[in-house]
């Protein structure tokens, strides 16, 4: 699977757009983009994922770039709630990868 | 639905020791993982299962082991419990299983320590 690389921290303001970025350079054809959080000592959380195209759903917007090599996670108003690591993850999705994630602290 | 469950909570183990954590879904997945996530780490993949009477290795399969009977349970086995396997124990379950539609949900996890 490939590797992906991810900022240690951000801190974002409440009610701002959480913009979270993402390189996996080496991402193959085949290979989708995950995002899943973990909020305190909780299991991780799905958000989304993608292969190509941008995608949004219920809780945040995944954009990926044309020639797949980064993608943004984007929470369009982040609450106090959305404290937690997020964790940008690319394979096929059986075995999933986790590296350290981004921290994301927002902040009132 | 309850989703992911898992027992116990919290378990204290000393060396040498062995114990099963449990893990059930009732989501009826096909496929069942098990994760462990070290102080400030991400999550590494120990086992996975994708369907009853079958299970492969993951990352870090040493020192433990699975079954997997029924659609349901997927406990993971400690045999001979030591200090490295102090850790926090997830279990995961998805619908499908390679591809995209295979959204993986987790557990609450079992917070274990081996003295």
């Known amino acids: 699977d490939a590797k992906t690389t991810q900022p240690t921290s951000m801190d974002c303001a409440e009610g701002r757009a959480a913009n979270l970025p993402c390189n996996h350079s080496?991402?193959?054809?085949?290979?989708?983009v995950y995002w899943y959080r973990q909020i305190h000592s909780q299991g991780p959380q799905y958000i989304i994922h993608?292969?190509?195209n941008n995608e949004t759903n219920e809780m945040a917007s995944l954009i990926i770039t044309e020639d797949r090599k980064s993608s943004t996670l984007i929470l369009p108003h982040a609450t106090l709630r959305d404290t937690a690591v997020y964790y940008c993850?690319?394979?096929?999705?059986?075995?999933?990868?986790f590296g350290a994630g981004t921290i994301l602290r927002v902040k009132s | 639905n309850a989703g992911v469950t898992q027992t116990p909570k919290f378990r204290i183990l000393k060396i040498g020791q062995s114990m099963t954590l449990q893990c059930a879904q009732d989501?009826?997945?096909?496929?069942m993982y098990w994760y462990r996530q070290d102080p400030g780490m991400g999550l590494k993949l120990i086992y996975y299962?994708?369907?009853?009477?079958?299970?492969d290795k993951g990352e870090v399969p040493n020192g433990y082991n699975v079954s997997r009977s029924t659609t349901e349970d997927f406990p993971l086995r400690l045999e001979l419990a030591a200090p490295s396997q102090t850790s926090v124990y997830f279990c995961a379950s998805s619908l499908y299983g390679t591809g995209g539609r295979n959204e993986q949900f987790f557990g609450p996890g079992t917070r274990l320590t081996v003295l």
């Open positions: 299962s994708v369907g009853a009477g079958i299970t």
């Open positions: 080496t991402i193959s054809g085949n290979e989708y």
């Open positions: 993608g292969l190509k």
């Open positions: 989501m009826n997945h096909n496929y």
């Open positions: 993850i690319v394979g096929d999705g059986n075995k999933l990868v």
